[in-house]
């Protein structure tokens, strides 16, 4: 006679009892650790047994014969203090290795014990794999979501480190275009950084990881990491390689807030400028002694470049104008992204589908929207939607800039992102210089559209930031990446159609330029999915397929790199120039002075 005993109620353990009947009493103990189903599977209470029920999860488990189950790449399952069932969720912090990847799909191991090992990488755990190990924190980093060393001695000098490669070359950034009157928002940069910036976010040719690159060649990895480092710079990450932590159990939330920071910085510096010009002549400053330190250095600096500026031709108000466009170009991207990550909420659900509960989307410990902390970066998320994310699309779509007596800051704005665009009015009589509208120095006001949108182009501005929270909802809220390409294909093929057919900037090669970065896109996004195809039908990755991607990603940076050569080549040979022009009238005004002086003798 054979029995099981089980004496412990979570049915971990039991008792097996051999026994003999007949001739003679005998009796064999053997204590037993029983191990509850493997991910993916359930005991049926019935036959118990462990069983896979087809279709559970939504048809994002799938199960072997052989007890082992695999589950959609982008997903998360285990269990949680929300539910004693086992959950599934989406999962952006998944980082399984590629021994356990079989066409899009991850080997789930036989236990729950496993599951962050096998889902979450060497250095993360929990729920969606948004918790780092012991004495680890999050890097500040904008892509990587890596976790690193956060012990005490690592995090002795993070913020004096934080200053030095975060704000300081942002800083940097910004006085360099100020003081050379570069324009980002030019019509020959303008599609060039949108690219960059979407490369780096939400346009990812490894398919955010469903597209296993190591298949076409095992120098994948540093190559993209190669393009990343230089294109990041354009979402204001200049640290792309270096990865640190600021504070022990920093969550990412936090470091999204810190990023909102960053990437603002430079518009601080905006508004401190436009206050001392347009206050500076009326209010004594000196009287602030807290402005005057900050007065002397900016005094010291504009005396400096005084002759720089004269001799390039830069004039004061037009280049805090281009600078303002910058700024709001650079910071925009990083802070869409930033935004979607922190609003968007993830839901965990059970085999039937049914939702447990919500969790934030990059931190699972807590309910959505139930911890402090995560309520106090929502709150901030909220406040930068409303206060600059939504307003900058609404007021090009809707306004433009316009040459009259009333006073409107908008203005400077509209002008900044808005003069490289037809404004329907005769372009022989304007100068494609200076194009004579408002500037900081005059007194403009806002008029709504009066024109047709087919005359009077200059709404195709708001189409470019549009454009890059389109992308960025896509690559945040759709489940599977099929999905994604398809929705940022249709997006892309809406601009290129746009672009070619109604032809909105004022300079053609502008238009052609735009057109081939949008068309760049497209077939970027092609090759993706032709790779992403052979990966889920377990073929190998085409090598030449991703040679010729790789190439097409490095255009624009290429072009990036051409005009900011060619600009600066033309701003000294410029400089060169005014600067003997200047030196002859100084000689002239020198002699007839002499002449003037001997007069009288």
């Not at 640190?244 to 999204?256: R, T, V």
């Not at 959505?368 to 998320?381: F, K």
Request: proline share 3%.
């Amino acid at each position: 006679m054979i029995s099981i005993l089980s004496k412990n109620k979570s049915n971990h353990s039991a008792v097996f009892i051999a026994q003999s009947a007949f001739p003679r009493s005998l009796d064999v103990k053997i204590q037993l650790e029983v191990e509850e189903c493997p991910p993916g599977f359930f005991l049926d209470t019935n036959s118990k047994k462990c069983k896979c029920t087809p279709g559970q999860f939504n048809n994002l488990v799938r199960c072997l014969s052989n007890f082992t189950a695999l589950i959609k790449k982008g997903y998360w399952i285990g269990k949680t203090k929300y539910s004693e069932k086992p959950v599934l969720g989406p999962c952006r912090f998944c980082e399984p290795s590629d021994e356990h990847i079989r066409g899009g799909y991850v080997v789930l191991p036989r236990s729950y014990t496993k599951i962050n090992k096998v889902l979450c990488g060497e250095n993360k755990k929990g729920t969606l794999c948004t918790s780092c190990n012991k004495e680890e924190s999050y890097a500040l980093t904008i892509t990587g979501y890596g976790c690193h060393d956060c012990s005490k001695s690592s995090a002795e000098y993070a913020w004096a480190l934080f200053i030095v490669t975060q704000l300081l070359p942002v800083t940097a950034m910004f006085f360099i275009l100020y003081f050379t009157n570069f324009s980002l928002a030019s019509g020959y940069l303008n599609g060039a950084i949108f690219f960059a910036q979407t490369i780096t976010t939400s346009l990812d040719i490894s398919g955010n990881g469903e597209v296993p690159l190591r298949n076409a060649t095992d120098a994948s990895d540093v190559l993209v990491q190669v393009y990343d480092v230089l294109y990041s710079i354009w979402n204001l990450d200049f640290i792309e390689p270096i990865k640190y932590c600021l504070a022990p159990d920093l969550s990412m939330n936090s470091i999204f807030v810190i990023q909102y920071a960053v990437a603002l910085f430079p518009l601080v510096f905006v508004i401190l400028i436009f206050i001392y010009h347009c206050c500076g002549d009326s209010i004594d400053l000196s009287r602030f002694c807290c402005l005057n330190p900050l007065k002397r250095c900016y005094d010291m600096i504009n005396d400096r470049w005084g002759k720089f500026k004269n001799y390039a031709d830069i004039k004061q108000e037009k280049s805090l104008r281009n600078v303002l466009a910058s700024c709001i170009l650079l910071a925009y991207t990083r802070c869409a992204l930033n935004t979607c990550y922190i609003l968007y909420p993830a839901q965990l659900f059970d085999a039937s589908h049914n939702i447990i509960t919500t969790v934030s989307y990059f931190d699972a410990s807590t309910k959505y929207g139930q911890s402090t902390e995560h309520l106090v970066c929502v709150i901030i998320a909220v406040l930068v939607s409303i206060l600059f994310l939504l307003p900058v699309p609404v007021f090009l779509f809707f306004c433009r800039y316009r040459n009259v007596s009333h006073i409107s800051y908008f203005n400077i704005i509209l002008e900044s992102l808005q003069c490289e665009f037809k404004d329907g009015e005769n372009q022989e009589n304007q100068d494609n210089t200076t194009h004579n509208k408002a500037t900081v120095f005059q007194r403009p006001s806002v008029s709504c559209v009066k024109n047709t949108f087919l005359i009077d182009l200059r709404w195709v501005s708001s189409l470019y930031f549009t454009m890059r929270i389109a992308m960025t909802l896509a690559y945040i809220t759709t489940s599977a990446f099929i999905a994604q390409v398809l929705i940022q294909q249709v997006l892309s093929c809406i601009m290129v159609t746009i672009i070619l057919v109604l032809q909105p900037y004022k300079e053609r090669v502008h238009n052609q330029i735009d057109g081939c970065i949008f068309l760049l896109i497209i077939i970027i996004n092609s090759i993706t999915l032709y790779q992403y195809t052979l990966s889920i039908s377990m073929e190998n990755l085409s090598f030449i397929a991703f040679i010729i991607q790789y190439i097409l990603v490095y255009l624009p940076m290429i072009w990036i790199a051409v005009y900011i050569i060619w600009r600066i080549v033309k701003l000294f040979k410029l400089v060169k120039r005014n600067k003997s022009t200047y030196q002859r009238m100084d000689m002239a005004n020198a002699a007839s002075r002499e002449v003037s002086t001997e007069i009288p003798k």
